[in-house]
C-alpha cells in the first residue's frame, strides 16, 4: 500500500535561516502532493499543492519541488519566523482511489 | 472567508454510547471527508462522501462508523457503540470539485471516551 515517510519528526532553526522539510513515498507516484500546516489542536490548513509535472512551485516565501524519480518532495520555508513554527503534513491521493494519506508531519520550531 | 465549522468542539461519553459529531462543509463543495488523530499520531483517513454516498472508507471504519448528509448543509459522523481507543480528535474536511484537490479542513472535535 502506498506509504509517505516524513523522515524528521522535529527540526529546529534559527530565526531568517531557510527550513527544509522532506516527503518520501513508496509505490507509485501520485498526480500531486500537497502540504498542510498544522497547529496543536488545530486542524490542518492547505499551503501548496504541486502536480507531478511540475518541479518547482512558490508561494510567498513557500517552495516546494517534487522529483517522482526519488519519489520525493522537498519543503522549503525561506527567511523563517518564530510565526513559521508549526508542524507540516504531506499528503497524497493513491492513484485510484478515493481518499488522501498523510504523513507523521514534521514539527518545526524557529527559534527567536 | 468561508469556513468549515464543527460541533461539538468536545465530547465525552461512556464507552457503548453513540456519538454524533457534526460539520457544516463549505456550502459549494462537493466533496466530503472525516478524518481522525489519535493525540500524537498521524492523520488518518477515515471516509470520504460525493453525491450522496461513500467514495471510499478506510479499514478503521467498520461497522460502528456511518455517515450522513442529512440536508444541503450538515455532513455527520454517527459511531454506535463507542470504544476507549475512539478517543481522538476528529476533523471533517471538504473540498470544492474533482479539479479542486485542496482540502479545507474545520477545528476538529475531541471525543473523550471514558
Known amino acids: 500500500s502506498q506509504k509517505i515517510e516524513q523522515n524528521s519528526e522535529a527540526l529546529n532553526i534559527q530565526e531568517g535561516k531557510t527550513a527544509t522539510l522532506t516527503c518520501n513515498y513508496t509505490?507509485?507516484?501520485?498526480?500531486?502532493l500537497q502540504w498542510y500546516r498544522q497547529d496543536p489542536g488545530r486542524g490542518p490548513v492547505f499551503l501548496l499543492l504541486i502536480r507531478e509535472n511540475e518541479k518547482e512551485k512558490r508561494k510567498e516565501r513557500l517552495k516546494v519541488t517534487f522529483d517522482t524519480t526519488l519519489k520525493q518532495s522537498l519543503f522549503h520555508i525561506t527567511a523563517s519566523q518564530p510565526a513559521d513554527s508549526a508542524t507540516y503534513l504531506c499528503a497524497l491521493d493513491p492513484p485510484g482511489t478515493y481518499k488522501y494519506i498523510f504523513g507523521t508531519g514534521t514539527r518545526l520550531k524557529v527559534l527567536a | 472567508e468561508p469556513e468549515v465549522t464543527q460541533t461539538p468542539s468536545h465530547q465525552v461519553t461512556q464507552m457503548g454510547q453513540e456519538v454524533i459529531l457534526r460539520c457544516v462543509p463549505i456550502?459549494?463543495?462537493?466533496?466530503f471527508y472525516w478524518y481522525r488523530q489519535i493525540l500524537g499520531q498521524k492523520v488518518e483517513f477515515l471516509v470520504s462522501?460525493?453525491?450522496?454516498?461513500?467514495?471510499?472508507k478506510s479499514e478503521i471504519f467498520d461497522d460502528q462508523f456511518s455517515v450522513e448528509r442529512p440536508d444541503g448543509s450538515n455532513f455527520t459522523l454517527k459511531i454506535r457503540s463507542t470504544k476507549l481507543e475512539d478517543s481522538a480528535m476528529y476533523f471533517c474536511?471538504?473540498?470544492?470539485?474533482?479539479?479542486?484537490?485542496?482540502?479545507?479542513f474545520g477545528p476538529g472535535t475531541r471525543l473523550t471516551v471514558t
Open positions: 509505490n507509485y507516484s501520485p498526480a500531486y
Open positions: 456550502s459549494n463543495h462537493l466533496y
Open positions: 462522501f460525493y453525491n450522496n454516498e461513500i467514495s471510499e
Open positions: 474536511a471538504s473540498r470544492q470539485s474533482g479539479a479542486t484537490y485542496e482540502q479545507y
